[in-house]
């Protein structure tokens, strides 16, 4: 049974830094395509940042320079470091994996920018 497992998230200021971990079973993780997206209330999901199994990264715009993809192949985990927030990284944040036709995600974890 594959699961991904996210943690972290929660209610930050504006300037804070918080980090999501998404850590996989039943999966090859290394095999993997992973990624963090994000979906604001009335917004469509949007790219966050992706990381390929060999480790290239891309960043969306909106987030370039603050946020940082990064994975652990040993511990089966991603983790999405995100500094200088602000309020409208507000979203509920999922992770996923892809590989060919296999995509699943985790199960969400909500974000939220305020003073």
């Known amino acids: 049974q594959v699961q991904l497992v996210q943690s972290g998230g929660g209610l930050v200021q504006p300037g804070g830094s918080l980090r999501l971990s998404c850590a996989a079973s039943?999966?090859?993780?290394?095999?993997?395509?992973m990624g963090w997206y994000r979906q604001a209330p009335g917004k469509q999901r949007e790219l966050v940042a992706t990381?390929?199994?060999?480790?290239?990264?891309n960043v969306a715009d909106s987030v370039k320079g603050r946020f940082t993809i990064s994975r652990d192949n040993a511990k089966n985990t991603v983790y999405l470091q995100m500094n200088s927030l602000k309020p409208e990284d507000t979203a509920v944040y999922y992770c996923d994996a892809r590989f060919s036709a296999l995509h699943y995600w985790g199960q969400g974890t909500q974000v939220t920018v305020s003073s």
């Open positions: 039943g999966i090859t993780f290394s095999y993997y395509t």
């Open positions: 990381i390929t199994s060999g480790s290239s990264t």
